[in-house]
């Protein structure tokens, strides 16, 4: 179609976008993700300082169950590990054969 004044009557062709979509994750269903969307950042960092607050007060009274434990005597005796730690490969570039730059 090599004809004169086709270029101009021609307009160019609208791409369209596509449409953001949410979906719900593994932990969460899409209500609560949109739930805490909705939520303002006070409210997040509040009930974030409460958890933290109150896992800072079970550490401490187990730290002081523990210290109290120790001072009477009564040590729990540590059984055998369930597992054997397995080292991981971390060799630098030395252990390595063949040319390295």
Known sequence: M???GLAETTS???SRRAG?????????????IR???????EIRTAQREAALKE???????????????????KS?????????KVPKHMGGKGKRGGSQR
């Open 12 to 14: 160019k062709k609208r």
């Open 55 to 73: 896992l800072k007060e079970r550490k401490a009274k187990a730290s002081a169950a523990g210290a109290k434990g120790k001072a009477t005597g």
């Open 20 to 32: 953001k979509v949410q979906r719900a994750v593994v932990g969460a269903s899409l209500d609560d």
């Open 2 to 4: 090599h004809k004169k």
């Open 76 to 84: 729990k005796v540590k059984s055998a590990q369930p597992y054997q």
């Open 35 to 41: 739930k805490k969307a909705a939520q303002k950042s």
